[in-house]
């Protein structure tokens, strides 16, 4: 089946400086992905999506790459700000539709000054 | 715009007691409807998910149930609470009735502590 993996727990950074936060996913028949920010005590709260016919797409400070021939993405965060420490977690459009969605573990983004 | 609701924020039970856990959608029809749970420090696991008015699939067999007695309004419900049902209870929606490749948008959820 469908999983989806982070490839490290805790990314810590300066301010200022640009994150990147890696994913892997296992099935290639995976045709849309996600990624949502988690605050402490808080709901994950949609960034960014990305559909499997494209390999960028650009938000605001953010970034999603999507790269089918090794299944991966990444998140990348420009000018990272104290107010994006959370976790972030990857999800996966599940392939039996319903539109359900097969969640990473996810990775804590820590901002130091 | 939608918004989506959940309560209690906090609950302490016993164990062996019920459960009941809201979730409310407003500002959308016919929604999708999911109950997730996340334990501590980890990815969120999913329960439950609706697709109309009783329409309930379970993805992990457990102690615990769900019910949509209307559109808009998710119920989860247990009847004797094991310690193991501790957790983070994340309610989410996502728009129309089986459509694919869409956002689920997240409540703020329910952290369940049993003792």
């Known amino acids: 089946g469908e999983s989806v993996g982070l490839h490290l727990p805790t990314l810590s950074v300066q301010e200022g400086d640009n994150s990147i936060i890696n994913c892997a996913y296992s099935?290639?028949?995976?045709?849309?992905f996600i990624w949502y920010k988690q605050e402490s005590g808080k709901g994950p709260q949609f960034i960014i999506d990305?559909?499997?016919?494209?390999d960028k797409r650009q938000g605001q400070r953010v970034t999603v790459l999507l790269n089918k021939t090794v299944k991966h993405l990444s998140l990348q965060i420009a000018a990272t700000q104290p107010g994006d420490s959370a976790v972030y977690f990857c999800a996966a459009a599940d392939s039996g539709g319903y539109n359900k969605l097969i969640f990473g573990a996810g990775t804590r983004l820590a901002v130091h000054p | 715009s939608q918004t989506i609701h959940q309560w209690p924020a906090t609950l302490v039970q016993p164990v062996g007691s019920p459960l009941s856990l809201e979730c409310t959608v407003e500002g959308t029809s016919n929604p999708n409807l999911y109950w997730y749970r996340q334990a501590a420090g980890r990815g969120l696991q999913l329960l439950f998910y609706s697709v109309g008015i009783g329409q309930i699939s379970s993805e992990v067999p457990q102690n615990l149930s769900a019910s949509r007695p209307q559109d808009r309004q998710f119920i989860l419900s247990s009847k004797k609470l094991l310690l193991s049902d501790s957790g983070f209870y994340l309610c989410a929606w996502s728009p129309q009735k089986q459509a694919r490749n869409q956002p689920q948008h997240f409540g703020d959820g329910t952290r369940l502590s049993i003792l």
């Open positions: 990305i559909r499997s016919n494209m």
């Open positions: 099935n290639s028949a995976s045709d849309y």
